[in-house]
Structure formats: structure tokens, C-alpha cells
């Protein structure tokens, strides 16, 4: 209800939905952009003359509020008018306005903005060799590479022109949606070199390049001169590797990558690429410093004037070797200077290619320093890299320790005092010790675990931090497959939410192979419960008369992953003696344990789960249990 005055109902309309809607503005970045344009719009086509309507209310509401200078702005001017006018903005204006604007989560964007990345790392890579190894002579003889470079120059240049329309977020987080304050902030910021960037210097070389090349294929002096002002040009596209954080950051497919695959993976391939980038880079600049001071890439030029690779020419050619001269010569060159550029960084140093000239030598003491400070960086990543891959494996090898310490103090067998009144059995010392190194190795290399019982926090420490209706949907996830071994568990006869009730409840459980238990106390303080196999593989000794289960092999069954045990042993009471029941363990096994409780707790909210299958399987358990006595004591008489 309004109690401002008396505003008509219409208007007290509109003022809490102003009021609601400038709430959403300040925390715009973590509202629903199309939601809150969805509710403007219906408020304008509803409401034509809004802005009247809320001027008039404001007024009337703001006579009869304490004053406040600071906040003196009516609400209609948080969305309806630009900032810096005075006349308020039209319904129509605001229709026409959003309807060229390019939002942030825009699939189609986000297409685009993979395109542009792709580019980017093509550029990361193209644009250095053109410029310091092969001069962009190639531009003028190989079509099909002059067309590849148009069609990714092509790209950015669409690129510059979409950044007028794109929304964008202030450094408070706020969404600016209105096209002049776009198209302002563009202007004033990445337009002029993102324009300088795209222009046609490509197209523009090779009209005016392929006037001077001589009768022998090779560039004029003048064609010279101008290359080299395109190639200084062609700089400013390296602008567009600021592009390249946004994007990995923004985009939803980079992201879903990065969280589908191992984190030290990801990193370790972050420095592998460092190397190489960084390793292109001071190849194509060494080759570029012969370059410049030769003023050309001929062999006559590289031969006749002081530099790095003419030096190394004449010293080391071979025949049938690399031959670093002239303008075909671009991969020889590429891979000289490459040569130099990975024992620079690496600290190898064979001393066969040296700088010779004082450019070469201020040039080489700077590359030289910027690779150590890299080199010393990545040396740091692959060391912490390193350390993150080696945990469980350096868990794995503590424990084996610890248990190596505990296994010297067992004591001999035939130093075990027995008493004449209790049957002691006959421990060897050291099949306990190598069943003992067997489980906790099985362990390493067949589960995430290091304990013999968990939860699913503790198989999954991270599940602990979810919140409550992550945990219930990943409990199910989790588990479900495994509750399809049990009838009465299954989604024909759970919900969903039920079986998250009893996948909470549940224990990942491992054993070793050779291990016997009785399933009544295979959890200490859980009591009886159903075994269903994740793996591994054992023998059900319910029938059996023996511990030895080759003196009554007939009387037994397996079971192995995918199947359960004890499904109907749980619904009967617990003194009956189909209660109890044996199994023996044949290879290492990792079971989840569900436990009685959690099942009769699970029927109690699922009366489906207990009338249309649960119970016949009681009665069938039961019926079965009585004509096996009823066998055995006709066998007897």
C-alpha cells in the first residue's frame, strides 16, 4: 500500500516500481539484464506517459520527505533520461536504443569473441615474422597467403566497428546500456588505435610493392624504404593483444575448458606456452636488429655491412646447412634466430652466434636480462606445478613409510605368548606385512581415499563447501548410479530428494584382497546395511559352514561391481537369522556401504518405494528362508 500523500493508485504504481527498479541499478551486475529491460518495457508500453507520471509523483512524494540534496534525482533519470540532459527520454527512444545494443552474455557475441581469439593467436605468431624475419616480402609472391592475411585483418576491422554497440561494465560494475555514452567511451579510450590497427596495409603494400620488384624477384631499394614503414605500421595490430585477457576472462567456453580439465595441467601448459611466445618473440626481434641495420635482407647487403648474421655466415656455413641470406631464406633465417633465442633464455650459451655491432650488443644485454627474469618465473610455476602433481604421490610414500615403521615392530610369531585357555590364532608376520603394502598401494592407484571408511565429504573434501541444494544434487549424481543395483532405491520408486537423503548417509568403504568380514559389524556404529560392489569382487558365505571357502565352494555365490548385497537382509528384523551374513573379499574392493537406518528412514517418506517393492521382496526373502529349512530338514531325515 502507498502512503505518500495522495498520489492516485497509477502513480503509486509507478513510484515503487521506480523504486524497486533504481535498487536494481546500483546492483545491476548481479541482476538479470534482460529481466530488468523486460519490466521497463512492459512498464512503457502499459504506461506511455511515465515519465509525467513520475515527475508529478516524485514531486508530490519529495514535499513531504526531509530534504536531501545529494539525492535530489528524480528516479525516472536513473534509466530514462542521458546522463547530462534535461529531457527525458521516450519510450520509443529507449526502444530504438536497445535495440542495437550488443549485451555482455550475447551467445552470438561470445561466438564472435572466439573467432576474434583465434585470430589474436594467430597474430601472436604471424605478426613478429613478418616483421623481423621475412620482411612481408612473402605478401607479394604467395596469394593465398596475402588472402589469409586480408581475411584476418578482415576480422579485427569488424571487430572495431561492434565496439560501438557493446554494452559494458563500469569499474563499480554497473552496465552502461545507453548507445551515446557507449559510443563516447569508445571514442575516448581503444577506437583511434584499434582504427590505426585495421587499416589496409596489406592490400595497400601490394599494389605499390609489386611496381619495384626487379627482373630477379627481389625488392628495389624504394620498395625497401616503404616496407619498412608498413612493417612499423603493422605494430599497432599488436594493440589488439590487450583483447586476449578480456576475452579468456569473459568467455563462457574458455571457462567451461578451463573447469573441465586438471588445474596443474592447465598451469603447466601456461608456462610451456610462455616459453614458446616468449622464445618467437626474441628470434623474430634478433633477426629484426640484422635487419635494420643492413636495410635489407639480401646477401649482398647482410654480407657487406657489420651484423650478427653475416658474421655467423661467414664463420659457420656449410654446405647443405642452414643459409640464413636473402629473401627466400626466411625459414633458415627464422630457425637461426630461434637457435639464438632458446639458449639465451635457457643459459646455455654455445657462443656460435654473437652480437657484433653496438646495437647487437645493447640489444642482446637487454633480451639477455628480460630472459633471465622469465626464465627465474617459469622456473617457479613448473616447481609449484611440480609440487601440486607429486601430492598424492608423495602421500602415497608417507604412508608406505609409516607403515614400513609400524611393520619392524610386529612382533615374531614365536615370540607371541599363548594362553593355554584362549585359541590363539596363527598370525604370519610377513603376509601381514604384504597385504598390508598391498591395500594401502591398491589404494594409491585405484581411489581417491586414504582411509578404509569415508563419507563423501571425505572422498570429496570440496563437497563439504557447497551449498545445501549442490550437495543434494551432486550426492545424487554421485551415487545414483550405483542405487540402481537395489530395486526399492531406484527412481521408479524414489524421488530424487529421497535419494539424496540416503546418498548423504552413505560410506564409501575399501577392503582388502583375502579380507572376511561379517556384514552386521562392517561398520562400527552403523550396524547392518546393504554392500553394493563399485569394484572388486567377493564371495557371499551366507550358506557356507566353513571360513575356508574351498571346502564349500558350491554353497557360494560372487559378487562383483555393479552388483549389491544384503538388499533383503536389511528389511528383516535383526534378530532373525537371515540378519546376518559373510563375505570374503577375492580382490581389492571399494563398496558403498548404505545403512539400514538410512533405508527405513527412506521408506518412511516414500511409501512407493515400500508397498510396490520393498515388501514383496520381505516375503520373498522370508518365503525362501522357510523352504531352505524346511530342504534341509527333509535332507536330514
Not at 616503404?226 to 605494430?235: E, G, I, K, P, Y
Not at 579380507?515 to 554392500?531: D, K, M, Q, S, Y
Not at 563375505?583 to 521408506?603: K, N
Amino acid at each position: 500500500m502507498c502512503e505518500v500523500g495522495t498520489l492516485s493508485a497509477k502513480e503509486c504504481l509507478c513510484h515503487w516500481s521506480f523504486a524497486a527498479r533504481s535498487s536494481c541499478v546500483h546492483h545491476l551486475k548481479y541482476v538479470n539484464t534482460h529481466i530488468f529491460l523486460s519490466i521497463n518495457l512492459a512498464l512503457l508500453f502499459f504506461f506511455p506517459n511515465i515519465n509525467e507520471i513520475m515527475d508529478r509523483s516524485t514531486d508530490k512524494a519529495s514535499s513531504q520527505l526531509p530534504e536531501d540534496k545529494e539525492n535530489s534525482d528524480t528516479p525516472s533519470s536513473l534509466f530514462f533520461r542521458a546522463r547530462g540532459s534535461a529531457k527525458p527520454r521516450t519510450g520509443e527512444d529507449v526502444v530504438k536504443s536497445l535495440r542495437w545494443v550488443i549485451f555482455p552474455d550475447n551467445k552470438h557475441i561470445k561466438r564472435w569473441d572466439l573467432v576474434v581469439l583465434g585470430a589474436l593467436f594467430l597474430y601472436v605468431f604471424i605478426l613478429p615474422y613478418q616483421i623481423g624475419v621475412s620482411g612481408g616480402i612473402p605478401l607479394l609472391f604467395n596469394i593465398p597467403w596475402l588472402v589469409f592475411n586480408i581475411l584476418l585483418n578482415s576480422v579485427f576491422f569488424v571487430d572495431t566497428f561492434l565496439y560501438f554497440n557493446r554494452a559494458f561494465y563500469t569499474s563499480n560494475g554497473h552496465l552502461v546500456l545507453d548507445l551515446k555514452q557507449i559510443r563516447r567511451h569508445y571514442l575516448r579510450t581503444f577506437f583511434i588505435p584499434n582504427f590505426l590497427s585495421v587499416l589496409p596495409y596489406t592490400i595497400g603494400f601490394y599494389l605499390l610493392g609489386r611496381a619495384y620488384i626487379d627482373s630477379d624477384g627481389d625488392p628495389s631499394p624504394q620498395v625497401e624504404s616503404f616496407l619498412a614503414f608498413v612493417q612499423v605500421a603493422s605494430l599497432l595490430k599488436l594493440i589488439r593483444l590487450v583483447r586476449v585477457r578480456t576475452i579468456l576472462s569473459s568467455s563462457d567456453a574458455v571457462t567451461s575448458f578451463r573447469q573441465k580439465r586438471n588445474a596443474q595441467v592447465l598451469e603447466l601448459w601456461k608456462y610451456v606456452s610462455l616459453i614458446v611466445v616468449v622464445s618467437h618473440y626474441f628470434a623474430c626481434i634478433w633477426s629484426l636488429v640484422a635487419y635494420i641495420q643492413a636495410k635489407s635482407l639480401d646477401e649482398e647487403a647482410l654480407t657487406s655491412t657489420p651484423n650478427w648474421i653475416g658474421y655467423w655466415y661467414e664463420g659457420n656455413a656449410v654446405d647443405g646447412g642452414l643459409h640464413p641470406l636473402g629473401w627466400d631464406h626466411a625459414i633458415d633465417r627464422y630457425v637461426l634466430s630461434l637457435f639464438w633465442a632458446i639458449q639465451t633464455i635457457t643459459s646455455i650459451g654455445y657462443g656460435n652466434i654473437v652480437p657484433v655491432t653496438r646495437a647487437e650488443y645493447f640489444l642482446s644485454c637487454g633480451l639477455q636480462l628480460g630472459a633471465g627474469v622469465m626464465w627465474a618465473y617459469v622456473i617457479g610455476g613448473l616447481v609449484g606445478v611440480a609440487a601440486g602433481m607429486q601430492v598424492r604421490a608423495e602421500s602415497y610414500r608417507t604412508r608406505i613409510s609409516q607403515a614400513n615403521d609400524m611393520i619392524h615392530e610386529f612382533a615374531d610369531p614365536d615370540e607371541i605368548i599363548q594362553d593355554d585357555d584362549v585359541a590363539v590364532a596363527n598370525i604370519e608376520s610377513k603376509q601381514v606385512a604384504k597385504r598390508i603394502r598391498k591395500y594401502i598401494h591398491n589404494q594409491y592407484k585405484r581411489s581417491m581415499a586414504e582411509s578404509c571408511s569415508n563419507s563423501i565429504t571425505g572422498e570429496f573434501p570440496v563437497f563439504d563447501t557447497l551449498t545445501p541444494e549442490l550437495q543434494r544434487d551432486s550426492s545424487v549424481l554421485l551415487i545414483n548410479q550405483y542405487l540402481k543395483a537395489v530395486p526399492y532405491l531406484s527412481l521408479e520408486y524414489m524421488s530424487q530428494e529421497d535419494q539424496s537423503t540416503v546418498a548423504l548417509q552413505s560410506v564409501a568403504l575399501e577392503f582388502c584382497s583375502g579380507e572376511t568380514i561379517w556384514t552386521e559389524n562392517a561398520v562400527p556404529g552403523l550396524g547392518r546395511g546393504i554392500f553394493i560392489f563399485r569394484g572388486g569382487s567377493a564371495f557371499n558365505l551366507d550358506r557356507s559352514t566353513h571360513m575356508d571357502f574351498s571346502k564349500d565352494f558350491e554353497k557360494m555365490s560372487l559378487v562383483t561391481a555393479g552388483m549389491s548385497y544384503g538388499a533383503d537382509k536389511v528389511l528383516v528384523e535383526d534378530d532373525n537369522p537371515l540378519a546376518k551374513g559373510r563375505l570374503q573379499f577375492l580382490t581389492f574392493s571399494q563398496v558403498l556401504f548404505i545403512p539400514r537406518e538410512a533405508v527405513l528412514s527412506a521408506f518412511k517418506r516414500s511409501d512407493k518405494a515400500w508397498k510396490n517393492c520393498a515388501r514383496w521382496i520381505y516375503l520373498r526373502t522370508l518365503l525362501l528362508a522357510k523352504i531352505e529349512e524346511e530342504r534341509e530338514q527333509s535332507g536330514s531325515d
